[in-house]
């Protein structure tokens, strides 16, 4: 079992910055790639970030590209997401998600271990 806390969710202003952080507990996600996703009310859960297990290899939604920054400390059992230049279209809730074995890192049945969410909401 793995038990995924997301922190760092609030309130900010258009082109400003937030760091959200997901503590993992349980058992090590070092061996896991890692992802956050996002869901705004009244739309599906979408994939917006991963991380490969060595933190090597990240990907992004088009989205969030050159914006967003994953990252992981394994030693830590952390995972990150460095948000940059935010727009009201990021406002939602993210995700923190562990990833199985196998799958694509972009879809959500890859991820069998998710937090709570943190709510991000950005003003225009």
Not at 81 to 101: G, I, R, W
């Amino acid at each position: 079992q793995v038990q995924l806390v997301e922190s760092g969710g609030g309130l900010v202003r258009a082109g400003g910055s937030l760091r959200l952080s997901c503590a993992a507990s349980g058992r090590t996600i070092s061996s896991r790639g890692m992802g956050w996703f996002r869901q705004a009310p009244g739309r599906e859960r979408e994939f917006v970030a991963a991380i490969g297990w060595s933190g090597y290899n990240t990907y992004y939604a088009d989205s969030v590209k050159g914006r967003f920054t994953i990252s992981r400390d394994n030693a830590k059992n952390m995972v990150y997401l460095q948000m940059n230049s935010l727009k009201p279209e990021d406002t939602a809730v993210y995700y923190c998600a562990a990833k199985s074995v196998g799958g694509s890192y972009f879809e959500l049945k890859s991820y069998d271990y998710w937090g709570q969410g943190t709510q991000l909401t950005v003003s225009s």
